[in-house]
Every structure is written in C-alpha cells, then in structure tokens.
Nanobody, 129 residues
Framework: QVQVVESGGGLVQAGGSLRLSCTAS????????IGWFRQAPGKEREGISC?????????WYVGSVRGRFSVTRANSENAVYLQMNSLKAEDTGIYYC?????????????????????WGPGTQVTVSS
C-alpha cells in the first residue's frame, strides 16, 4: 500500500526549530518528488516546498519559508525531512507531505496541490509567540 506519514510536530516557542519527517511505504520515495504543505486554521492548504529526487537534486521553497526551512532526503530510511528554523507564530498549522504525480522532478508551480497524491494524515505544528 502506497502511503506517506508525517511526524515530528509539536509545540515550540517562536525562534525555535523543529524537524518533520515524511516516511514513505509501498514505494521508493527517492523515485518521486515530494511536496510539503501546511494548513493554518481557517485557511487553505499552502504548498511550501518541493524536493526532487536525488538524481535531479533541486529543492523549491516559497518565499515565506525560504532561508528558514530546508528539505533533505534520507534515502536509507525512505524518508524526507523538513528542517524548520527561526519559527514564527504564522508557521502554525498542520503540515502534510505528499508524493508528486509527475515523477522525479518538481513542477514549476510546485505549490499547487494538484500535482500530488498520496497525502499523509498531517502533523500539528504550533508556534507560541
């Protein structure tokens, strides 16, 4: 069964850090681009990052997280990590990862959820100010 599961969320003070994990099963995560999304209360789901497979080697970030968040792959663990530093209250939300339907490379409009399937259940991140 193809699925991804997020973990690592929690409560952190503003300025702190968290590392989220996206663990894949039923497929090899490095064969696909993986997107990260978040959804704040009362808002639409927002795409924040996409990492291509290691063979392509490109990561994309939206402006609101660029320079603070970074994505890495742990292929031996079939996982993708989202390192979040200098967290702000506005980073609060449920964070999701998802597998790209386009294969190894991220789409140009990587933040559109239309390019992804097999969404995880999400992990809650709360940043207190």
């Amino acid at each position: 069964q193809v699925q991804v599961v997020e973990s690592g969320g929690g409560l952190v003070q503003a300025g702190g850090s968290l590392r989220l994990s996206c663990t894949a099963s039923g497929f090899t995560s490095n064969d696909y681009a993986i997107g990260w999304f978040r959804q704040a209360p009362g808002k639409e789901r927002e795409g924040i990052s996409c990492t291509s497979s290691s063979s392509v080697g490109v990561n994309w970030y939206v402006g609101s997280v660029r320079g603070r968040f970074s994505v890495t792959r742990a292929n031996s663990e079939n996982a993708v990590y989202l390192q979040m530093n200098s967290l702000k209250a506005e980073d609060t939300g449920i964070y999701y990862c998802a597998r790209s339907v386009s294969g190894r490379a991220c789409e140009r409009d990587f933040s559109s959820p239309n390019h992804y399937d097999n969404w995880g259940p999400g992990t809650q991140v709360t940043v207190s100010s």
